[in-house]
């Protein structure tokens, strides 16, 4: 049978790097790889079209999918929305209802990419480190949440409320996941907390701790947040696994695209508990360039491969994809994003056929 995967497209440069990725999904289709497409809206386009970020229809169709493959959502046009029809709403509620608890965002230098760092070559020459986020927890979902008023001292004042929290299995199953990755990896894992201030996070530390037991040969460290912000970029070799809450793994895995260059060039899979996926790429929809063919489409169509790799059991595709990414690069092809001089800047189309011709030259 046929597997399903869901795309949709969403806002800003999602259409464009979308239809990139579906080109190079219509060449695997054409050697053989069988697929059904689906397409839904999500974000701003969903609120424009229905009123809600995440229509019914589309949980519908997400719930039925193998996996999703997802550009991105978002831009100031709705930012003016009360928060429930804010696209952001549309990106959490799919990851919540699909159970997407497990985010991985791998920062790989591509070594024809390492001058475009803003970090010295050295420093992030080679680096391959895996981010393994908490998606569906934390801060982001906690209760209670609100603006709410409160009479303190004497004054009523508004109050910010929002909850960290995190239960020991929510907290177990993430744990799992890193030291699975590790297994395959460099039997690394550095756990990051805050435990010094927040007991939320002294049960994440001692729930690692507890489950390294059943690993090991995987070797566990821990990290504090802020020395982990500081050593990503003062010495980011050092890790192989970083295993992180929600609110930690969003802010820490922005710094670490920065380390390979340009964020434009990150993937990214949120998995369920039996590899169901949403793939995307860590990037936003970048509002700023939407329109103007300019976006790079690597991080959507690395996205594909990791779909591929993660929910299609497809290693050989995945690969095939990966490659010929690589050979692009190998060919001097560089979207704005990654020009350096010396380098043939292409658009968001001719960043796709490239990758698309090359995938042809393998056949
Ligand atoms: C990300 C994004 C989202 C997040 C936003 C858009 C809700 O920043 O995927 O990292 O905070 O998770
Ligand atoms: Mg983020």
Redesign the pocket.
């Known amino acids: 049978m046929a597997q399903k995967i869901l795309v949709i497209s969403g806002d800003g440069i999602g259409p464009e790097i979308m239809a990139e990725a579906m080109k190079v999904l219509d060449v695997l289709q054409r050697d053989g790889l069988t697929l059904e497409r689906g397409e839904a809206l999500l974000g701003g386009c969903a609120v424009d079209a229905t009123g809600e970020p995440y229509p019914e229809a589309t949980k519908k169709k997400a719930l039925a999918a193998d996996a999703v493959l997802l550009g991105a959502v ?1 831009g100031p046009k709705w930012d003016v929305l009360p928060r429930e029809q804010r696209p ?1 709403k549309g ?2 509620g799919i990851r919540k209802s699909l159970g997407l608890f497990a985010n991985l965002r791998p920062a790989v230098v591509y070594p024809q990419l390492a001058e475009a760092s803003t970090l010295k070559p050295e420093i992030v020459a080679g680096l391959d480190i895996l981010i393994v986020r908490e998606l569906t927890g934390d801060i982001y979902f906690g209760e209670p949440r609100g603006i709410e008023t409160r009479d303190i001292d004497g004054t009523t004042q508004r109050v910010g409320v929002n909850t960290m929290i995190y239960s020991e299995s929510e907290i177990r199953r993430i744990a799992k996941v890193a030291f699975e990755a590790a297994q395959r990896r460099s039997q690394r894992v550095c756990s990051v907390d805050k435990m010094n201030v927040l007991e939320t996070t002294q049960l994440w530390r001692d729930v690692f701790t507890e489950e390294a037991q059943h690993y090991p040969n995987v070797q566990l460290s821990h990290m504090l947040v802020d020395n982990a912000a500081m050593q990503l970029v003062r010495n980011p070799k050092q890790f192989d696994v970083l295993a992180t809450g929600n609110i930690f793994g ?1 802010i820490l ?1 922005d710094e670490a695209s920065m380390l390979t260059g340009s964020i434009g060039m990150l993937p990214s899979a949120s998995l369920d508990e039996n590899g169901k996926g949403l793939y995307e790429p ?1 990037h ?1 929809s970048a509002p700023d360039i939407a329109g103007q063919n300019i976006a790079n489409p690597l991080a959507m169509i690395l996205s594909t491969a990791m779909l591929l790799r993660y929910s299609l059991k497809n290693e050989a595709a995945a690969r095939r994809v990966e490659t010929a990414v690589m050979e692009v690069l190998d060919r001097g092809l560089r979207t704005p994003d990654i020009w350096k001089e010396g380098m043939q800047k292409v658009s968001t189309k001719e960043m796709g056929d490239a990758v698309v011709q090359a995938l042809a030259r393998q056949a």
């Open positions: 978002g952001e990106l959490l969003d895995s860590c936003g």
